[in-house]
């Protein structure tokens, strides 16, 4: 059974953005924390961006501070990171994930449920 789904990648040029959505089912929206990760070529999976479901505190890596936004809809299990001001950088493949704990979990990479992720390709 699918615990999360994300949608809404693709390719832009530089400087344009992209909004990803991800739909959350099951013991995966039980999370206290909602997060996304990217993974690059040849590079290690990082987390790019948090969120806690009750209250909405976001955290952001210092790579994306000011030009992504991470936010929620309880009603609809969903959870969305928009992506602006995209660079080349910026490629890779997006995963949403469920973390049962606080964000230095999200940052340790101590994920409960991943999705199947979606491509962002950003050409300069």
């Known amino acids: 059974q699918e615990m999360l789904a994300e949608s809404g990648g693709g390719s832009v040029q530089a400087g344009g953005s992209l909004r990803l959505s991800c739909v959350a089912s099951?013991?995966?929206?039980?999370?206290?924390?909602l997060g996304w990760f990217r993974q690059a070529v040849g590079k290690e999976r990082e987390g790019v961006a948090a969120i806690y479901i009750n209250d909405g505190s976001t955290f952001y890596d210092d790579s994306v501070e000011g030009r992504f936004t991470i936010s929620r809809d309880n009603a609809k299990r969903m959870v969305y990171l928009q992506m602006n001001n995209l660079q080349p950088e910026d490629t890779g493949m997006y995963y949403c994930a469920a973390i049962q704990g606080y964000f230095s979990d999200f940052e340790r990479g101590k994920v409960h449920y991943w999705g199947q992720g979606t491509q962002v390709t950003v050409s300069s």
């Open positions: 099951g013991y995966a929206y039980r999370s206290y924390c």
